[in-house]
């Protein structure tokens, strides 16, 4: 079904797509070289033939780990020696990221090229923390509230150029009740992360709610292996996170987090598809199987999973997810304040409705969902 559908491509200037390639990944490229990082004038080189070749980069090999090269193959077969313009908006941005890293030498030095800007977004958040925390109170609280504190850490995303992050968040599709009567029966939540700092917070205040309450027996949170997309969150920003929470004066709550961990309620995994250029209905069979049938609940967050979901392509709006390929073997959710040209589920008329009130509602991070996407 999806594949009767085009993908999303950068092919013309006034699109989303093309922004990103001709302004996004420049300004990337040069917070970076500016961040001080990495002073090797090697790798300050490669950083600036980068830059000089932005949007149009073209497509080229470079190493890989062995674990990697069933992901990546399949795409360098289709797209070697093409350029970012030419290929779909997805892959390339996924190449984007990762031949980033080799530049970098991050198998080597292990070094994020987006941590400053991570340190710096958890160094302006203290008082969106600590006001988070204080409000904290799962007995007087329903799930919705926590949803939307979800959603509210979902604006804040490092690789826009400005974050919507407290700027108001409208909610126009709200499926929340049917994902709480699915942790009726199931009780092992899968949640797909997606950014570091605000978003992986309010992420783990969600998780901590869904344990307490009863809603969750386990909860495994899936990080990227590498870092991806400037703010998405590695295991390496969890502790780090957890680390700054505890300077902040938080340590009880993150004590507790280390309890769920110690007892195996709270799960922290990663693995290399999440950085890969593979959606999910492409999920490997090892990976597909920790997400149990009769058991899982999966939530997905944000506009990179929400692509994959849907192979990042030129959907109409009023299409239903039910009438998509199946990606994940459980019921599954996504959580997204949207920030990408895509989406689905609308009833008819209403993206038109939308537009007439905001002609940037897909991109601006002010509009948000908490839609069933799957099974």
Known sequence: MLSSYPYITPEHPDSFAYFTLSTRLPKIIQDILDSGLFPSEAIQSKLGQLLS?????????????????????????????????QIPFFFGEIYFYRYLLSLTEYEQNQRDPFGKSKEKDIAKNVDFFRKALEEMAFEDQDLNHYLRLALLGNQADLSQLSSSLGQGIEIFLNEGVQLDAAFGSRKDVHLILDNAGVELFSDLVLADYLLSTGRAQTITLHAKKWPLLVSDATIGDIEGLCAALEDQGHEDWVNRLRTQQAERRL????????????????????????????????ITKGDANYR????????????????????????????RALKSEIVVGLAEGQAETFAGQDDRWLVNGKWALIQQTGF
């Open 53 to 85: 070749e932005i949007p149009g980069l073209p497509i080229r090999r470079f190493p890989l780990l062995p674990a990697e090269e069933a992901l990546w193959e399949p795409f360098f077969a289709d797209y070697e020696g093409q350029t970012l313009t």
């Open 267 to 298: 799960v922290l995994t990663d693995h290399l598809f999440w950085n890969s250029p593979k959606h999910f209905t492409q999920l490997e069979e090892a990976l597909a199987a920790q997400f149990s049938a009769e058991r899982a609940v999966v």
């Open 308 to 335: 994959r979901m849907f192979e990042d392509r030129g959907l109409p709006p009023t299409l239903s997810p039910q009438q998509t390929e199946g990606t994940f073997p459980c019921p599954t959710f996504s959580l």
